[in-house]
Nanobody
């Protein structure tokens, strides 16, 4: 069993940056691919970024490529999402997720979800 707790959300101006963190509990964290999803009001939840269990493989949504970077520290049971520069359309609740592989993340076959952290971007 893995529990996920996100942090790092907040209000930022367009062009600014934020780093989200997702702390996992459970000894099996390092065996899971981890990812970030987001959901804006009135929209469906969408994949943002994913990283393999080793950190050797990553995937990004086209809308964030070149602006967001996902990373993980298995020693700290934590996955990060560095976001910059932020745009108003990046505003959403961001969710951390765990799955058995990056392909499972991109196909929304998720084993664990966090509770989400709000990101607000002012124009």
């Amino acid at each position: 069993q893995v529990q996920l707790v996100e942090s790092g959300g907040g209000l930022v101006q367009a062009g600014g940056s934020l780093r989200l963190s997702c702390k996992a509990s459970g000894r099996s964290f390092s065996t899971y691919a981890m990812g970030w999803f987001r959901q804006a009001p009135g929209k469906e939840r969408e994949f943002v970024a994913g990283i393999s269990w080793s950190g050797g493989s990553t995937a990004y949504a086209d809308s964030v490529k070149g602006r967001f970077t996902i990373s993980r520290d298995n020693g700290k049971n934590t996955v990060y999402l560095q976001m910059n520069p932020l745009k108003p359309e990046d505003a959403a609740v961001y969710y951390c997720a765990g799955a058995v592989g990056v392909q499972k993340l991109t196909s929304y076959e998720i084993d664990y979800w966090g509770q989400g952290t709000q990101v607000t971007v002012s124009s």
